[in-house]
């Protein structure tokens, strides 16, 4: 360490084998500003705790479960008789689902301090195949029980991608392994869960931690425009930071058993293929995408909004936005504003396009002479763009907003629109999928 | 000796090319080739099989007797995974049970006349055509035979259609 006075030698304690191990993930030193808990909000670190558990339980589920549509479901049932594997199994749930929340809390922490510009750039990218990832994991690992919700859940995942041009129909064959959902499909499901997608994911979460060291670390705030940052000031990261992850984890494990003790996992009578549960819904967090398929034309709702959406995420860090503020929460006065403003607009403007829909305007019996494709798919969503493109004019113009903060407020939008439209489909949709109370 | 060698390797011709560069791309050629092969078997491993026996729903099924089907009725076949639907002229149509939407399983209400998917809110009427979205297009059906009385569906061959027609049904 340049520049800092040398501790006598008598002082310096050799590291534990555990500190050395960490130390391979963290420097040595940090500054003493990226301790802060509102930092980072320990999302990253909460994901490697999950992934963890994850991984723990899994191993010990594989020596319950049995893979074949005969016994699945059975083994299920079994492994909840005994004395902990009820346990272990609602443990494997909630963090599954609390992977899908933090991972997701932690794209937005990651955007909303603008820790996506170079040199993170890439990373940023990694994060987005990570994210794919783990709904992919959630997915297939949705199957495994062979329940009537895992059965219907995933007939329908699949049967998405038959809208997909050319190789769609293809695709479904060759991810169910042949036409319907069947035994075929539950080896596939059961290879990708337990061996490829957590090898892919293994090698990108390494690549993720080595690529937020070659960046620097975690992003510390400094407004724009005030030259280079002043040297920080460091201190050891055994124990500084070592200590608050460990109470990260601690809190985080004790709340992943509190909800397995008292919740269990759910699980439904055995797949039967001739009869949907009604309502048939997907895991909550594709239930925004459900809830899409209910108003637009398949086509709109599994491709079009959704890789728009994908491009969009992808395409940020290599937008040009000049010089811009890092790690300040919103940027500025006008981001923050901005960032209200947007999602004020989804969370009023979401429900009341979805009860427009619902009870006022249905556009594909208004125009019966067009094909679905137009009159339920590019009309509502031409319509939708040009409203979006608006409300870009409207953010740069009104709120003399710079280009990052306009961009920063169309993020909130979609991302709070996606938000709703997941709460209208968990808790707002009842018998035959129409709107109810909860 | 070894010098020698490697001075050799990186002699360049006179295209500026050296041994070391030749052998370099050779390598990438083979890896490329190798990684090819290794796709190829994957994609042949993968692909799905024909469809063949063992699978539910490829055979005729035997529906029974015109006369056990009255007009304006529909029937349940679940193991053929199809409605019989007879209409109220008199005319057969074999619906596939499947919703044309994501392919969840619709049942039928003899209260509204209707197949209401559970999964998606999309609603058929008793010949199959789409009464609300987001259903793209009509349930697919299966060919209907009569032979000597009896009403036969082939469900190994199911016909997609955009909305029904009069030519679609099986009259007596």
Known sequence: MLGRSPAPPTKEKKPSGFSML???????????????????????????????????????????????????????????????????????????????????????RVFYTGAYHAPRRFNWIIGLLLLALVLGSNFTGYLLPWDQLAFWAVTIGTGMLEYVPLVGPALEAALRGGADVGPKTLSIFFVLHIAILPI????????????????????????????????????????????????????LIAGVLLAAAGFDAPLLVQANPGMSPNPAKAPWYFMGIQELLVHLHPA????????????????????????????????????????????????????????????????????????????????????????????????????????????????????VGFVVLTVIGVLFRGSGMRLSWP | MEQEEAAALEAKDKNGASRRDYLRTAWKALGLVAAAEFATVLVAYLWPRAKGEGEQGTAVVEA?????????????????????????????????????????????????????????????DMTGNVLEPPAPRALDLFPVRIEAGVVKVDTRSRIQRQRFERSQVTYL
Request: glycine share 10%.
């Open chain 1, 22 to 108: 960490l130390l391979h993930v963290h420097p040595r030193m940090v500054p003493a500003e990226a301790l802060a808990f509102t930092r980072t909000c320990g999302l990253g670190g909460m994901a490697v705790v999950l992934l963890v558990l994850l991984a723990g339980t899994g191993a010990l589920l594989l020596l319950g479960y049995e893979p074949s549509v005969e016994r699945a479901y059975g083994s299920v049932l079994s492994l909840r008789e005994t004395a902990v594997g009820g346990f272990v199994r609602n443990i494997h749930f909630w963090s599954a689902n609390g992977l899908v929340l933090v991972a997701f809390l932690h794209l937005l």
């Open chain 1, 200 to 251: 892919l994911g293994a090698i990108l979460a390494a690549f993720h931690f080595w690529l937020v060291r070659k960046g620097g670390g975690v992003i510390l705030p400094r407004p724009s425009g005030q030259g280079p940052a002043p040297r920080p000031s460091l201190v050891p990261t055994s124990p500084n930071l070592v200590f608050r992850e460990m109470v990260v984890a601690l809190v």
């Open chain 1, 300 to 415: 709109f709702a599994v491709l079009v909004v959704p890789f728009t959406a994908i491009a969009f995420l992808a395409w940020l860090p290599y937008l040009r936005y000049g010089e811009v503020p890092s790690g300040l929460y919103f940027h500025s006065a006008t981001g923050r504003r901005t960032v209200l403003v947007a999602a004020g607009t989804a969370l009023l403007a979401i429900p009341a396009g979805i009860l427009v829909n619902e009870y006022v305007l249905n556009l594909p019996k208004l125009l019966p002479s067009l094909p679905p494709a137009v009159s339920n798919g590019l009309l509502p969503v031409g319509i939708l763009a040009l409203l979006v493109l608006g409300f870009f004019a409207l953010i740069r113009r009104r709120y003399a907003a710079s280009r990052i903060e306009a961009v920063q407020a169309m993020f909130t939008l979609m991302v």
């Open chain 2, 64 to 124: 029974g007797p015109v006369a056990e089907f009255t007009p304006a009725s529909v029937t349940a076949f679940p193991r053929g995974r199809f409605y019989l639907a007879r209409l109220a002229d008199g005319g057969f149509l074999a619906l596939s049970s499947r919703c044309t939407h994501l392919g969840c399983t619709v049942p039928w209400n003899d209260k509204t006349q209707t197949f209401p998917c559970p999964c998606h809110a999309s609603a058929f």
